[in-house]
Structure formats: C-alpha cells, structure tokens
C-alpha cells in the first residue's frame, strides 16, 4: 500500500514554461513534506519542505503548495531551466515521538525541460 | 550541509556472496540512516544505525541479512549478505543534523548481482 503517490512518473516541459509536479499522500498523520532532486549516478538533494500548519512555502523559483483536505501537495518550478531536468521525489513524515525522521517516499517524476 | 562520502559507488558481485557498504560523513550527526532503491521504485528505509547499540530495522528487513555497523558518530556500514539477484539496488546512506533538519543523502552504491 503506497502512502505516498506520484502518479506521473515523467514530464516534459518547454524552458521557461512553469512545471507542476503532483504528489498525493493517504496517511492523515503525515505533517512534514519534502521534495528532493535526483540527478543520474548522484544521491537525492533536498530542495524544499513544508509543514502542515502552511499551505505555500516559496524558495526561489521553487514553490510547494499543500491542500491538507485533498491530501496533496504540488511543486511549481517558474520558470523551468534544463538544469530543472531529474527527477524529484515527493517524500512525507509524520511525528513518530521517537525523535526518529523517518521518511516516506513517492516513486518519483522524471522532469525533462525541452530547451 | 555535510558531505558524505559512500562506497563503492557500485559493484557487480556475485549471488551468494556479501558486499559491504561504507559511508563516511565530514561531520558528526545525531542520525544515520539506511535507503534502498529497488528498480523503478520509490525509496525505502531498511534501517537506523545508532552509535553504539544494534540498528533499528523496518519491518521486512533483519539484521542477519543486512548487519549494520555505527562505531561513532562519523561512520557507518551496511553489508548485503548472501546476495541474490532481488537484492540488486542502489543503496543510500543519509543522515540528518539535527531536529528539524532534512535527511541528506550520500550518491549511493549501486549493485548488481548475477
């Protein structure tokens, strides 16, 4: 059973055009989300968070919206680079009350930019 | 963030065999954990090295298959033991600083067994 879901696993979007990557999550108790990055041959990199109590965290040219009720959250890149190109997994955590960080992970979504 | 530092990058052994996995940080953390990456799947935690006392594992792996090492708080190991070919993935070390810090991870050790 997938608590986490990325539901495309690629898209293509043209350079400069914005890219929405989708993430749904099933289990109520998660309340921090993250998404990573993940070139070929390299480990995933942290790129963003929210917590629960937020619907909208922006860096930069990265903004992850959160819609508690649908249980989804979104990652919009404006303007998307060929730089942007990896894939980007949506990760979730909940409050274990053990102090632990265990993350859950989506499949992840294959972003290509078309320059 | 910290650096990490994971090897082999990758290695094709051979079924029945181990390999082991080391993944050095550039500075202590608090927490080290253990990813696995089977093909076209999301990540999946196996397991916490804490220093000094026996890995926490997640339900579906055990230490007799995957012995893990934390002998301080820079340094850890992961060994796949008698190898068959389900266990071809790419294994990630990570760690995490401190409360409320991400996970970061290592560039993963990607292995094939035959």
Redesign the interface.
């Known amino acids: 059973d997938?608590q986490?879901k990325q539901n495309s696993p690629s898209l293509s979007v043209q350079e400069g055009r914005i890219s929405i990557l989708n993430c749904d999550y099933t289990n109520s108790m998660f309340d921090y989300f993250?998404w990573?990055k993940k070139y070929p041959?390299?480990?995933?990199?942290?790129l963003i968070?929210i917590s629960s109590i937020k619907d909208k965290n922006e860096d930069g040219r990265f903004t992850v919206f959160l819609n508690k009720s649908a249980k989804h959250l979104s990652l919009h890149i404006v303007p998307s680079q060929p730089g942007d190109s990896a894939v980007y997994?949506c990760?979730a955590s909940g409050n274990s009350g053990a102090?632990?960080?265990?993350?859950?992970?989506?499949?992840?979504t294959k972003l290509s930019v078309i320059p | 963030?910290a650096v990490?530092s994971?090897k082999p990058?990758r290695d094709i052994c051979q079924r029945g065999t181990s390999l082991t996995i080391q993944c050095q940080v550039d500075s202590q953390v608090t927490?080290m954990f253990w990813y696995r990456q089977q093909p076209?799947?999301?990540?999946?935690?196996i397991a916490?090295a804490n220093q000094g006392s026996e890995a926490?594992y997640?339900s579906g792996f055990v230490i007799d298959k995957f012995p893990i090492s934390r002998p301080n708080l820079t340094f850890s190991t992961l060994t796949v033991s008698n190898m068959s070919p389900e266990d071809s993935s790419i294994y990630?070390c990570?760690v995490?600083q401190g409360?409320g810090s991400?996970?970061?991870?290592?560039?993963?050790t990607?292995l094939t067994v035959t």
């Open positions: 997938q986490v993250l990573y041959a390299e480990g995933p990199t942290f968070s997994f990760a102090g632990s960080y265990q993350l859950t992970f989506g499949k992840g | 963030s990490i994971q990058s927490m076209g799947q999301s990540l999946t935690l916490t926490t997640e990630l990570s995490r409360e991400p996970l970061h991870f290592g560039n993963g990607r």
